[in-house]
Structure formats: structure tokens, C-alpha cells
């Protein structure tokens, strides 16, 4: 994607505009971040969400809490940018994926609970 834009401003032939260089520029960096690094950005933090379910159920806690926590974080408000332009899912997408993921991890929250005596 890079060398093809960049080519297409004729940076390769050194007879570049810098006004359309500096564009050029601007525009991939845009789409590299909201095209790849951001994406990947959600997809670790929805990764780490059911890491830490999968401790928090192995330590004799509940894992359905953590969707409870996470309403709660929601109802705090404040400004947050669009998901497409933010480093972690959307709350709704955090709260659904966590309350699909907790029933998997309840047998080892009751093991655990019994291990532990809680």
C-alpha cells in the first residue's frame, strides 16, 4: 500500500510536490493507524478481558463480575472517542463479549471456590 502511494505522488522520481508529499504522507499514516494499529490495539484489549476473567474465575472469583464492573465504568460517562478511532472496544462491546465469555469460565469459578473454601 505504501510504495504504491508513494509512487503515485512521484516520490521515487524525486520530482515530488511537498505539499503532495507531505499529503501523501499524512494519508498513510492515517490509514495505518485506524486501518491496522488501532484494530489490533482492540482485539488485545478483548483478548486480555477474557485472560483476566480466566484468573479472576481460577482465584475463587466470580467472572460474571466482570461485566458488572464494566456498567458501572459506562455509567461514569465522560468524552470517549469513536470505537474505530479508540485503542480498547466500545463499552457495549466489552460488556457483550464479557457476559458471552463468563459462562465458560464458571466450573473452574467453583472449583476454585471450593479449593479455597470461599
Do not use: C
Not at 486501518?35 to 476473567?53: F, I
Amino acid at each position: 500500500m505504501g510504495v504504491g502511494l508513494l509512487a503515485a505522488v512521484g516520490m521515487e522520481a524525486g520530482d515530488v510536490d511537498p505539499g503532495k508529499r507531505n499529503m501523501a504522507l499524512a494519508a498513510y499514516g492515517v490509514g495505518t493507524q485506524v486501518g491496522l494499529a488501532l484494530p489490533y490495539s482492540r482485539l488485545h484489549e478483548t483478548e486480555a478481558d477474557a485472560v483476566g476473567l480466566r484468573f479472576a474465575a481460577g482465584a475463587g472469583y466470580d467472572p460474571r463480575a466482570g461485566a458488572t464492573f464494566w456498567k458501572k465504568m459506562a455509567k461514569q460517562g465522560g468524552a470517549k472517542p469513536p470505537e474505530m478511532l479508540s485503542t480498547h472496544p466500545s463499552d457495549e462491546k466489552r460488556i457483550a463479549k464479557l457476559e458471552e465469555l463468563a459462562p465458560q469460565y464458571m466450573e473452574l469459578y467453583r472449583k476454585s471456590r471450593a479449593k479455597y473454601n470461599k
